[in-house]
């Protein structure tokens, strides 16, 4: 049962992107300008989009990789959003119109949802939720609740703990870069290497990287010294386990499905709860983890397009963000 609208100002149609039937983001995404602005259920808050971050995940399931768990068409991309709330439900007790907010909107990709956040207006369980820092910009906010879940969660997951290596690999991505900064000052990781292009060394040195290893002049495999965590950000397979330490000592964490499984333990997504962007919310308000967006970004709302096709280059630095969305 939905609760009844409140707010006058709320439109009863908006912009959002918009796609009927799988395929590539150029071929099957459209803006649809007269999308109906959803009703809320008790547990439910309606924002008002101010930015949004697009993931690889959302290329995933375009193409039909989650077609036997989807919701039926029309679907609107768009896992991440920050923005300002304008309807409650019944049942929240969190929130309250006005206030600014950021989280993840989907639970899982076996829960997801017709409308993510490329649109003016979208729907998100209050536990999904958390306060947006107020130092951080809607930008910067977006940019963060996939990346810093996934990066968080596995990291709690392998159990990396203090005094412990850690090598990154894919470290200037949205993932990436946080991993590093997580690694460092919330698990207190003693050494941090990482691989990158050299355009991107001196931007992991800032992230405290104390070992960058730039992939275009050696191979991070070849290396005599083995890390206690090896994190796969981009799919190397067979080539990172090479990296772990022997004798079951080391762990390799991938968020990209590839190589030998038996042997790591393999962590695709983790979806980030409110409470666990609560959790972190100290380590961003004094900047010890700092969001990391492209130089590209960014991106205005009209142009989406452009902005998956930066993303599926797989050359981002940091994350790809939306805004505003007008």
């Known amino acids: 049962m939905a609760d009844s609208a409140r707010g006058s100002s709320v439109p009863c149609h908006m912009k959002a992107w ?17 999308v109906e602005v959803p009703q809320l259920k008790h547990d439910q808050v309606l924002i008002k989009v101010a930015a949004a971050a697009i993931n690889p995940v959302d290329c995933w399931r375009m193409t039909g990789s989650f077609k036997n768990d989807d919701s039926t068409f029309p679907n609107t991309p768009g896992f991440d959003v920050a923005g300002v709330v304008v309807r409650v439900g019944s049942e929240v007790k969190k929130f309250k119109e006005g206030d600014e907010v950021y989280g993840n909107i989907i639970e899982d990709v076996k829960h997801l949802k017709q409308l993510g956040s490329l649109a003016q207006y979208t729907v998100s369980e ?8 107020p130092n951080l910009s809607f930008s910067e906010a977006a940019s963060l609740p996939v990346a810093i879940g996934t990066a968080f969660g596995s990291l709690e997951c392998v159990g990396l703990s203090q005094g412990q290596s850690i090598l990154v690999l894919g470290a200037a991505g949205g993932v990436g870069t946080l991993v590093i900064q997580l690694a460092r000052h919330v698990f207190g990781a003693s050494k941090i290497a990482a691989t990158c292009s050299t355009a991107k060394v001196e931007l ?13 002049k050696s191979n991070f495999e070849d290396m005599a010294e083995k890390f206690d965590v090896v ?28 190589g030998n499984a038996s042997t790591a333990i393999v962590y695709r997504m983790h979806i ?36 998956f096709a930066h993303l599926q280059t797989k050359r981002a630095t940091g994350k790809i963000v939306i805004h505003p969305i007008l």
């Not at 209050?126 to 820092?133: D, T, V």
């Not at 397979?237 to 390799?252: D, P, Q």
């Open 18 to 34: 918009v796609y009927c039937e799988y395929g590539k983001p150029e071929q099957v995404l459209k803006i649809d300008q007269s």
């Open 126 to 133: 209050e536990r999904l939720l958390a306060h947006k820092p």
């Open 204 to 216: 992991l040195e800032t992230l405290g990287v104390d070992l960058p290893i730039d992939y275009t």
């Open 231 to 258: 994190y796969d950000a981009v799919g190397h397979g067979e080539r990172a386990v090479k990296a772990v330490k022997e004798g079951g000592n080391g762990k390799l964490v991938s968020i990209i499905p590839s």
């Open 272 to 307: 980030s709860e409110g409470a666990a962007l609560e959790k972190l919310r100290p380590f961003l308000e004094s900047g010890k983890v700092k969001p990391v967006l492209d130089p590209k970004s960014p991106f205005s709302f009209s142009q989406v397009l452009e902005a």
